[in-house]
């Protein structure tokens, strides 16, 4: 019954939107429905005994797992703290011209929207059922990419939307093969129920196992940005809104991983595994060093900044390679600090974007001078979110990073060295990009003729509550925090 | 009672008849006749979900008929025709990498292909055991890579749509041949679908459109002056 409460409270925020008339009270209604999402996952899991099994013709459609709270908490955090900073970004945009005051409700409509079909998502317990979810998420948040209706903005959507919508036709095959596989093992006729796969995967074949991931993988790899179907990607983290780039990378992103990672552990306890494993890492070696040689040259701060994000997922998916219970407890780990660390980066990002509006385009070098002087907090923020993205120690991506590197030396030694050398490089480019931007300051005495960009209130402070969360994260460790990703990798029986 | 060689026979003839509609979208440029001939391929997979409903009896079939008849064979092209009318482009005439017989020629190996890596892993199953359920299986998947090769071909927005809609189509039949899934399922997808071509078409006007007040818009965010340069 608890999911029919996180539909009301969209229903609600759905309706508010629809009748107000005001940026402010719309920008309300979205903040007050991530954060009621955020008050219920936290009451269900304190509260409730999990896994949940919720509603809808004997339950089989919809059930709440920890791994599915988990990342529905990840989101609601991101989602409150987005629609805090949206309220100052959105408005900025308006008073540019940049952003219409007619499509303002189309905006914040896909907003809600997208908040409540992602959370469906992740509470999906039939794997056809999650495949339209994910599905629905990538037409909405292409919408929120193409609101700003300047052509490259509509041409960052329909890729995005191309090459995410036809790879996913490939995953659905591969459901399609996964159901077929079902029906000849299981009594009752075949299904997509997970609960109900995992139960049974020891006897599913193992042939068509193989065939049905490997084409399940091609749809959940290009929505989460894995090589070669990250093309997508940059274009349309960097373009779209950074309030909407910091949702999708932070999110979105997670949708594909959460699916990739829901039918590996099915895959994972059948012989199926011992071939799709090397699959898996090889991939995820081929993003990293994709996404990082990528980095090296980049002179735009968002694009960087999304190719980052390709780099991360494609250590998450050699995490999962490595498929050892340890391995995948960082993995989770690092989805989590990722997407904290990630929205931190495009705050900050943001805020520079609006100072420097003129001079930047997706196109063209960042023209960036005077940062420290004109906009210290987000020059801070870029410095902090980028040595934490990197993976410097004290922060929570640390952790995750050497245990993953670990767990990989214990597979194989040449590899762990590789994938060093690859982060190495993509350290080296986000740090030398940082260098070399903030350190371009016009020589005293001469008039600058860049006006600052009051940052209002609404921007920065969500900024600043996710580096302090971030820093927190990454030097206490709880009990609570431990023993609740035990769970989650005991529930994918890792 | 139809004797079942002859639906057999009827569904043979029917997937022909979906892979010679594919052929034509693959080559043809004139944008009219794109989407007319996707509309009869819609209703020829209507027919295959009729005809198949004749020899399996699965009421879920007749629903599946029913639904793709409304969805994709008046309600989508109706709506692209509309939408082109709106950009007046007729032809789309540059390809991108392949030409159309060279598409042709690959389209034919991918089929060969299909039939080799479902012959292997569809082993055991009944919709190997039939003739004409493989038969579909191969012919379902092909039409799905055919509509990839004209998403990767085609340089307009609308025809990629197009692309998309026959890949589509193809994973429809190829889940109807090779198994069954629950309704609600299939509902879901073609809601989901009807959702995805309305919002592509719509942006599409904006890519493909040669509208005044879109050029308009454009001039105010300073962003076309760099193409008006060159040109």
Redesign the interface.
Known sequence: MILLAYILVALVALAIIGLSTTHRCMNSACIIHAFLYLVLTVYVLVFRQVPVASFFIGSQYFFMDNFGLFEVLIASVIFTCAAVYAGGYVESLLRS??LEKSSLKLFYTSWSMLLLVLVLAFFCD?L??FW?CA??TT?LS??LV?IL????N??A??KY??IA??SM?FS??GL??L??AS??VLADG?T?NWTVLMQHATVL?S??LV?AFALVFIGFAAKSGIFPFHTWLPEAHAKAPSAVSAILSAVLLNVGIFGIIRVYAIVHQTPAAATMAPVLGLFGFFTVAIAAFSMLPQKNLKKLIAFSSVENMGIILIGIAVSTPLALFWVLFHIMAHSLTKASLFFSAGILHRQYRSRLSTETVDEIWDVFRLQPLAAWGIIIGGLAITGMPLFPIFFSKLFILLSLGTVSLPALFVLLFLLFVAGAALGYFVITAFSQVTAPGIPSDIEPYLTPLTMKIPLVFLICLIVLLGIMFTQGEISFLDRIVQELRF | MIEPAIIQGVIKILLVCVIITAAYIISTRNLISLVSMYSLQSVTLACLALALYAYELAPMLLAIAVITFLSKALIIPYFIATIQEKIRIKRDIEFHFLNPTSSLVLSMALMLVVYM?LT??????P?RGENFLFFGAVIG?SL?LMG?MV?LSRKR?LT?VLG?LS??NG?LI??MF??E??FI?EF??VI?LI??VL??TI??V??DSTLEDYHK??H??H??QGEEDRA
């Open positions: 011209g940049e039939n056809a059922l339209i599905e629905l037409i292409a919408m193409a209706s300047a052509r490259e509509i041409d959507a329909i939307i191309f919508s036809a036709l659905f095959v399609i093969f159901f077929e029906r000849r075949g997509l074949p042939g068509m065939a | 890596a292997r892993i569809l082993q055991g199953t919709s998947l799905m990839m998403m927005a990629k998309f890949m589509e994973v190829f889940g090779v198994t899934l629950p399922i879901l997808i989901d959702i995805l919002l592509t942006l599409t904006g890519i818009r454009l105010r965010f962003l076309l």
